[in-house]
């Protein structure tokens, strides 16, 4: 190809990572169903008890161990070939990175990461998948807490995305129920006349008007997008 590459931004959701085994928060059987969110998950929760707060992290980071990225994070990462990729998720995942992708926005914060209760801007990488923080982790006299954006945040990564975003030339949205914001919200900010995609098995009813809709899983949905960019290249 000898054109410009185009921009393809993506938003991810927990369904690209479930064919990896990592589990969805709202399908039957996802992990709110079994962990009351705003125990595990919110800036109340996290004041209330955060022993409990560290000790759910320290687990997905475990399981997060285990898992490899499926088709649909390696697909995304052969696709910088054709275009500029941005990948913007919702996941505390690695897998994107795992995957190879270069460009990747994380809206909610980093599961391998934590950083100082009194900083945000203190932000240090943790060393393993088995590595685990407590309320005793201290790093140069900060307290440190999980790197997750917690429910009643603020996203600071919200305004960045939306730059992204308002560049891409195709967008992709792949594995997320639409229902948390503002990250369901950055599909506002593409340019009109801009193509957008959805894939998903079971796709939320918070649909704009003229999103295309894929309904599959995200390896299928992905290769079958592939399919779609192939012959947008070529015409
Ligand atoms: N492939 C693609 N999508 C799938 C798959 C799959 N194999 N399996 C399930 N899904 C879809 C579901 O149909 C659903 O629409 O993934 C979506 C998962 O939705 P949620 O569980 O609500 O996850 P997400 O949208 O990422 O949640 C947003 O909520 O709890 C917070 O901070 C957390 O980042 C998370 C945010």
Redesign the pocket.
């Known amino acids: 190809m000898t054109n410009k590459k185009l921009n393809l931004v993506v938003s991810?959701?927990?369904?690209?990572s479930?064919?990896s085994g990592i589990s969805?928060?709202?399908?039957a059987g996802?992990?709110?169903e079994n962990y009351p969110?705003m125990d595990v998950?919110s800036a109340d929760g996290f004041e209330r008890n955060p022993a409990l707060v560290h000790r759910f992290y320290n687990e997905r980071r475990k399981a997060l161990g285990r898992t490899i990225p499926n088709r649909?994070h390696k697909i995304l990462h052969e696709l910088e070939e054709f275009f500029n990729v941005y990948v913007i998720t919702?996941?505390?995942d690695d897998l994107h990175e795992r995957a190879g992708s270069t460009n990747v926005l994380h809206?909610?914060g980093e599961l391998m990461k934590m950083r100082a209760v009194d900083e945000p801007s203190f932000i240090r990488q943790l060393p393993s998948y088995d590595a685990e923080t407590s309320v005793d982790t201290v790093v140069d006299r900060h307290h440190m807490r999980p790197h997750i954006?917690f429910?009643q945040e603020a996203v600071p990564m919200f305004e960045p995305a939306t730059e992204i975003v308002e560049k891409a030339d195709i967008f992709v949205i792949?594995?997320?129920?639409?229902?948390?914001y503002p990250?369901a919200a950055l599909v506002r900010y593409v340019r009109p006349g801009v193509p957008v995609y959805y894939?998903?098995?079971?796709?939320?009813t918070n649909i704009p008007a003229g999103v295309h809709v894929i309904r599959?899983?995200?390896?299928e949905?992905m290769a079958q997008l592939t399919e779609i960019l192939k012959k947008q290249l070529k015409a």
């Not at 792949?174 to 948390?180: A, K, P, R």
């Not at 894939?199 to 939320?204: A, F, S, T, V």
């Open positions: 991810s959701g927990a369904g690209i479930a064919e969805t928060f709202r399908d996802g992990l709110w969110v998950a649909a919702q996941n505390v809206l909610h954006v429910f792949i594995g997320t129920s639409l229902v948390v990250a894939i998903d098995p079971n796709p939320g599959a899983k995200a390896t949905g």
